[in-house]
């Protein structure tokens, strides 16, 4: 098992709250916020006709773009996160897991899971000693 100093644990964590809470309430700046300047982020297991994201702006653009072609007219959408798994630790980066469960409720009918899978993460520490992703892959979870 890793040992992690709390501190950087706690930040670590709080960076997964405020991804999936930038994306519910459609802040880019601060979902922008949570990446590095030169992130890596690879939806396309949800996101077929789009390749990987690389920067900031692009990754932001992305999801953005996601979010305004996606019917939500009424509907409300959550991140459930668990099970955050740090892989390995350095004080200027961590290699993680992290399990989530993508649900919509919508204006009529019963809630139900979207998806379910797994982000494999790289985080790294900036100068100013805040974490960010500075990669992410979504992996969709597949009955074999």
Known sequence: MTTIPFEDWFQAQQLMTCYAHNIETG???GLGDCFTDDVHLD??????DRRPAKGR???VEMIENRRSSSPRLGQVRRHLFSNFLIHEYTP???TSQ???KYTVTPIEGSPYIFFTGQYNDTLHK???GRWRIA?????IDRAE
């Open 27 to 29: 802040d880019g700046v």
């Open 43 to 48: 939806l396309s297991e949800i996101l077929p």
């Open 57 to 59: 702006a692009a990754a």
């Open 92 to 94: 200027a980066r961590i």
């Open 98 to 100: 992290l399990s989530v």
């Open 126 to 128: 900036d100068s100013h």
């Open 135 to 139: 990669s992410r892959r979504l992996r």
